[in-house]
């Protein structure tokens, strides 16, 4: 068993911080990359932050420069940094990690997201 868990949203005024959490868990060999997720009302999921097993990191050019993705490998937890969020970040953020839970069984595990809302 394998469990992936998002914690850290909540509601903040524009140009306000939240960090956001997520932890796997469980039979786990190794995790490749890790990333954030988020889903908008009547939008669908776009990718906002990936990282790798070795730091390497992409951003949504919507969100490069104000959020900051990072991993300890060691928690298998991975975190977002978010900076001068705005009300369009609104959404429900979503964890994803590519695990290898033996050499033959690799699969992408979802948490089950946490909202956050920003106010203008």
């Known amino acids: 068993q394998v469990q992936v868990v998002e914690s850290g949203g909540g509601l903040v005024q524009a140009g306000g911080s939240l960090r956001l959490s997520c932890a796997a868990s469980g039979s786990i060999f190794n995790i490749n990359i890790m990333g954030w997720y988020r889903q908008a009302p009547g939008k669908q999921r776009e990718s906002v932050a990936t990282i790798t097993s070795d730091g390497s990191a992409n951003y949504a050019g919507s969100v490069r420069g104000r959020f900051t993705i990072s991993r300890d490998s060691a928690k298998n937890t991975v975190y977002l940094r978010m900076n001068s969020l705005k009300p369009e970040d609104t959404a429900v953020y979503y964890c994803?990690?590519?695990?290898?839970?033996?050499?033959?069984?690799?699969?992408?595990?979802w948490g089950q997201g946490t909202q956050v809302t920003v106010s203008s």
């Open positions: 994803s990690a590519d695990i290898l839970r033996d050499l033959y069984d690799r699969r992408l595990y």
